[in-house]
């Protein structure tokens, strides 16, 4: 959960509909000799890094790369440079070609997928600051940051109705709040731009001069009601439409109806569904950028999230999907963990839910004409990196796991093993009856939507050997894990349905924090065969955006597949354990709200 001179098109792209992209002619410059091979390009901008991945048209993975961008942090102000961005991205796309042995040629489709921080570019496309520094390269608000708690608190207290296929509220973490900010805070920086877009967005603006926006971003982060453009899913022809999807009447509500002006020309003139091709492909100079062929067929973006999602969607073991096959309902019970620096818990549903606390429903922003549910937390593996490297034992810990070439989330692990063994526990959770964690050290992003719940730690000592730091690694992975079971808890509880969990990311790397979910469910966890699933799902975009695939629907059938089974214990013993420290994770909130009216009354 991201550039500059390049002869960008100022003409308002068309809307068309799902069905009709098949239709549409997509240049492709090609020389006459390229290799017969078709390889797929996704593109991911993470908070750290960006990556690019190369896929076969068996969904295989061919090779890939990343390279680092820089990010500034000052409190609750987290920035980054579109210009680095698009840098690192140029590095990451030639080295993952160099690295796969891919040649320009071969490379069929191209999609992006990012986190959902807010660009500010302006009219020449050139970086407008949205710091306090006035540093012009810090143009990037980034998704995590948290400047606008208090004008995401005076947007819901005006109860739109657009909030409420929001989960009831804005989160400090969307779009609205963050340009209110902007506007109330920099005023010379909201006179001077003349776009504000979505990190993946102005990605695939950058790379094709076309300022068609995503349904997945505009409608998960901006209020977008996607929905009306229903009609238009099973049209056969195409329709011209400008974005309809706007509530006018909330942008005067919240103080930003100037965003309203020349048809929503700074915020989405137009909008279309993920894979959608754009303009005439990838332009020449983005494609000598890249080191790629100009005129490739580049799709509309997703949310990286959103995008490991369809990268993992349909990675179910061939029995299961033998017996589903055709039955539109299967995907509709299950739920996708997306791990990385935050963890992201996307669902689908043939009808609207709403469900308090947790985004949506919205329409066709991840699979089209399905309703998309996503809980989340807002950091999970920006938490435990942030208990181990603040921890005392950290540096020698670090300088062990280099010594033995393992990474530190590995020895910790080891060092669990050996001490489950050495003090004769029965399983290794048991470590943990002693310390409890609420990992809401970012706050609540579902199902409480609290921006101000804080982080609580029970249970600490005045041991700091890497033993006890072990132990907080792993009682911070539990209430990680607890926070999923409320999630799934809380949508199964207001109409759905789920009961099969696939996941992916960094996280889902490491057997622990796994098995460690699959227990704390209590439900198999599946695996993607290629663990790099949101380069997959924006891969996919360009499958579709090149007409390999009719639709999302098929890629996604086509190009997941599964990998490892991870089961919960058949322990009966584990799963009481469980039981009884979710208890106590449920009620450390509860004492925490309790303690904080205290407190409010104290200072009254």
């Avoid at 440079?81 to 070609?97: G, L, N």
């Avoid at 622990?512 to 924006?538: K, M, N, T, W, Y």
Wanted: a negative charge; glycine letters at 8%.
């Amino acid at each position: 959960m991201s550039g500059k001179s390049r002869g960008w098109s100022e003409i308002t792209p068309l809307l068309r509909s799902r069905s009709s992209f098949l239709e549409m002619v997509t240049s492709t410059a090609t020389p006459d000799s390229a290799p017969s091979r078709s390889i797929f390009l996704g593109v991911d901008v993470g908070t750290g890094s960006a990556r690019a991945g190369l896929f076969n048209e068996d969904g295989k993975l061919l090779g890939s790369s990343s390279s680092p961008i820089q990010i500034w942090k000052d409190g609750n102000c987290v920035e980054q440079s579109s210009t680095d961005i698009w840098h690192a991205i140029c590095a990451a796309v030639k080295s993952a070609c160099s690295l796969a042995d891919v040649v320009a040629g071969e490379v069929k489709g191209l999609g992006f997928a990012a986190t959902c921080s807010l660009v500010a570019v302006d009219a020449d496309g050139s970086p407008v600051t949205v710091s306090w520094s006035g540093d012009s390269r810090r143009n990037v608000i980034v998704w995590m940051d948290h400047r606008a708690v208090e004008q995401a608190e005076r947007i819901n207290s005006r109860n739109s109705p657009v909030l409420q296929y929001c989960g009831g509220s804005l989160s400090p973490e969307m779009q609205p709040p963050k340009l209110l900010w902007v506007k109330e805070n920099l005023q010379e920086s909201w006179s001077m731009v003349f776009r504000w877009m979505d990190l993946s967005d102005w990605l695939s603006y950058r790379a094709t001069g076309d300022d068609t926006r995503s349904l997945c971003t505009t409608v998960c982060k901006w209020t977008y009601l996607g929905h009306a453009h229903m009609h238009q899913a099973s049209e056969k022809d195409s329709r011209d439409m400008e974005a309809c999807g706007w509530d006018d009447d909330f942008w005067e509500e919240i103080g930003l109806g100037d965003l309203v002006e020349g048809h929503h020309a700074k915020i989405g003139r137009s909008v279309a569904f993920p894979g959608h091709p754009l303009g005439s492909g990838l332009t020449p100079a983005a494609a000598k950028e890249l080191g790629l062929v100009a005129g490739i067929p580049v799709g509309t973006s997703l949310i990286d999230a959103h995008a490991g999602g369809v990268g993992v969607m349909e990675s179910v073991p061939q029995l299961a999907s033998d017996a589903k096959e055709g039955d539109m309902e299967a995907i509709c019970h299950r739920m996708v963990l997306v791990c990385g620096t935050s963890t992201c818990h996307m669902a689908v549903s043939r009808s609207k839910l709403f469900i308090p606390g947790v985004w949506g429903p919205f329409w066709s922003a991840m699979v089209p004409e399905y309703w998309l549910t996503e809980g989340g937390q807002s950091a999970t593996g920006a938490l435990l990196d942030h208990v181990i490297e603040n921890h005392v034992a950290s540096p020698s810990l670090a300088n062990r796991a280099a010594s033995r070439n393992i990474s530190v989330f590995e020895l910790l692990n080891k060092i669990l093993e050996t001490t489950m063994l050495d003090l004769k526990r029965p399983f290794l959770a048991s470590l943990t009856e002693d310390m409890h964690v609420l990992p809401d050290f970012h706050g609540n992003r579902s199902p409480l939507a609290d921006p101000k719940s804080k982080g609580v730690v029970c249970g600490l000592t005045l041991d700091s050997s890497e033993k006890q730091l072990a132990l907080l690694y792993l009682a911070t992975l539990q209430g990680i894990a607890y926070g999923t079971r409320h999630i799934v808890e809380h949508c199964n509880a207001h109409g759905h349905n789920i009961d099969t969990i696939l996941a992916c990311g960094g996280l889902a790397k490491n057997p622990l924090f796994i098995q460690e979910h699959a227990d704390i469910l209590g439900c198999p966890i599946i695996l993607p065969r290629e663990s790099e699933s949101v380069l997959l799902g924006a891969a996919i975009l360009g499958a579709v955006a090149a007409r390999k695939y009719s639709g999302l629907n098929e890629a996604m059938r086509a190009l997941n597949a599964a990998g490892q089974v991870i089961h919960p214990s058949k322990d009966p013993k584990v799963k009481k354990y469980h039981d009884a420290k979710y208890h106590i994770f449920r009620e450390l909130y509860e004492r925490q709200i309790s303690h904080r009216s205290i407190m409010a009354q104290a200072l009254a």
